[in-house]
Nanobody, 123 residues
Framework: QVQLVESGGGSVQAGGSLRLSCAAS????????MGWFRQAPGKEREFVSS????????RYAESVEGRFTISRDDAKNTVYLQMDSLKPEDTAVYYC????????????????WGQGTQVTVSS
């Protein structure tokens, strides 16, 4: 069973930056996808960003396009989410996700989940 462990959450003021990390307990094949979802209080979990581990494709939710950047370090089995120009509406628990198929929206099936890391953006 694969484990995904997130880190890097915290509290920042609007306009600030955070970088989330997600370390997988083993290396996924390049055909797998890793990415991020988030869930704000009282709202459903929503897709944020994903990356096909071959590097062939990345996707972003419209709400974060141009502000967030997903990247990976294959040597560390780690995926990152660089979050810049943060807004109060980015406040949520961020979950790392992994799947054998490509996912790029909220309804996509995901096989592996991390435990979540809290991001709080104050105005």
């Amino acid at each position: 069973q694969v484990q995904l462990v997130e880190s890097g959450g915290g509290s920042v003021q609007a306009g600030g930056s955070l970088r989330l990390s997600c370390a997988a307990s083993r290396r996924f094949p390049s055909t797998y996808t890793m990415g991020w979802f988030r869930q704000a209080p009282g709202k459903e979990r929503e897709f944020v960003s994903s990356m096909l581990l071959s590097g062939a494709s990345t996707r972003y939710a419209e709400s974060v396009e141009g502000r967030f950047t997903i990247s990976r370090d294959d040597a560390k089995n780690t995926v990152y989410l660089q979050m810049d120009s943060l807004k109060p509406e980015d406040t949520a628990v961020y979950y790392c996700a992994g799947n054998s198929g490509f996912f790029y929206d909220t309804r996509a099936p995901v096989a592996y989940w991390g435990q979540g890391t809290q991001v709080t953006v104050s105005s």
